[in-house]
């Protein structure tokens, strides 16, 4: 029998420590000390266990559902246990190849209500998807939160997460609004690698990506949520409704979550991303401000030479402005620099990465006339990423052939011996 056991949830003041037992060939999937931990920059210690016994099962949920295993708490939330079901379908119709098995017994399923006093929350980075929902729903003047869940076994000082903070307190004095600073070991305390060796092949995806994050940082919100009694927990989409991916925050998952009163919603997932970078662009020429987009999440800047940095430089150029207004210290010549990027990059671009860089590149086409760099401009609504993808792909595996067959040997070795153990 495969089980995991919330053993003891201690609680002080701003923090919960949460301390389980597994039972079973799971253990594997686990660091050794099997703790998880959540600290709040306010007071939490007052409300129900059965409310904060929520991120503890959403971040074990999903393994416990493809590994066939059991959750067992003493108490949880009548609206987010009744709510797991769905959520455990929702990811059955996104992941056929796997079964969602498992189960969750509680001893005491506890009915928590309330009658909201804040219109809404919003999980919030700084980025674009992120801005494009503020603006979206700014007139609720929501709660933003802000996470960083990449801690070990305590809170310790990080460069990137001083930095997030000061860019998202800035945000919110500007915007006369309140924050709500979450830190955790959700991204560490599971060994993410151990599950992609055993189940990336059949889900298609990885454990972090597609499984996990979605319901980690959602649910790390839910204990601020309902001290502060939110109707709802506004989440930004990182995909649209006219490109099926497999994701761990989607519409399917995300708008099924439940939890006393409050619910979640995925914003924006009916608006593409150049959409998205039209309305923050739009929003701020208005403002006559300038916006500092945090793109590079594990940075303390904007890296300017990152996938994601670089797309969404371009995304701000197809809208005729200028980077350098939008937090991005871009090179004199970026004409020179996108070409280099994609001659090094092209060939690990997934068909998502091909369908938002094309994206840009439509709306680039369109808007030609209005491009302040017009030498990018004249090669790059001819690039063809699936062709050059292709030739990148070719070539690299030509001139690596050997080093690709001995890391593929080494790998394989790895895994033999960390089964054998």
């Excluded at 761990?248 to 998205?276: C, L, M, W």
């Excluded at 670089?310 to 197809?318: D, E, Q, S």
């Excluded at 001995?406 to 394989?412: A, D, H, L, V, Y």
Aim: hydrophobic share 40%; net charge positive; glycine share 4%.
């Amino acid at each position: 029998m495969r089980s995991i056991v919330l053993d003891k949830m201690n609680i002080n003041k701003n923090k919960i420590d949460y301390y389980f037992s597994i039972e079973g060939k799971i253990q594997k999937y686990f660091n050794k000390k099997n703790y998880l931990f959540f600290e709040y920059n306010h007071n939490i210690s007052s409300l129900p266990k059965s409310i904060l016994a929520i991120p503890f099962v959403a971040n074990i949920a999903p393994l416990a559902w493809i590994t066939d295993s059991t959750i067992k708490v003493n108490e949880l939330d009548k609206s987010f246990y009744d709510c797991l079901s769905k959520i455990k379908k929702a990811y059955q119709n996104m992941y056929p190849n796997v079964s969602f098995k498992g189960k969750i017994i509680v001893e005491n399923i506890v009915c928590n209500s309330y009658i909201p006093q804040y219109e809404a929350a919003q999980l919030f980075s700084g980025g674009l998807d992120a801005l494009a929902t503020y603006i979206r729903i700014k007139e609720k003047n929501p709660l933003l939160i802000t996470e960083y869940g990449w801690h070990k076994e305590k809170t310790e000082e990080n460069a990137v997460w001083e930095k997030d903070k000061t860019n998202v307190v800035g945000f919110a004095i500007r915007n006369e609004l309140e924050n709500i600073l979450i830190h955790s070991n959700y991204g560490t305390f599971i060994k993410a690698q151990r599950i992609d060796s055993d189940f990336q092949r059949k889900l298609g995806d990885s454990w972090w990506h597609g499984l996990h994050h979605g319901l980690a940082i959602i649910t790390a919100a839910i204990p601020t949520a309902f001290k502060f009694k939110v109707e709802c927990i506004y989440i930004a989409s990182s995909y649209f409704e006219g490109y099926k991916a497999k994701c761990a925050s989607d519409p399917t998952v995300d708008n099924n979550i439940r939890f006393a009163s409050g619910k979640v919603f995925h914003d924006g997932y009916e608006i593409n991303r150049q959409d998205k970078v039209k309305i923050v662009v739009d929003y701020y020429s208005k403002m006559k401000e300038l916006a500092n987009l945090r793109v590079c999440f594990r940075k303390e800047e904007n890296c300017c030479n990152c996938e994601k940095c670089v797309r969404t430089i371009l995304g701000i150029v197809a809208e005729g402005k200028n980077p350098s207004n939008f937090g991005f210290n871009i090179p004199e010549d970026l004409s020179i620099h996108v070409q280099s990027f994609l001659e090094e990059n092209v060939k690990y671009f997934t068909p998502a990465r091909v369908m938002q860089w094309n994206l840009a590149k439509s709306r680039m086409e369109e808007n030609q006339h209005n491009i302040l760099y017009q030498d990018l401009l004249r090669w790059f609504l001819h690039y063809n990423f699936v062709k050059e993808r292709k030739k990148s792909l070719l070539k690299y595996r030509v001139t690596k052939f050997l080093p690709i067959v001995k890391r593929r040997i080494s790998i394989g070795i790895k895994k033999m011996i960390a089964e054998n153990r």
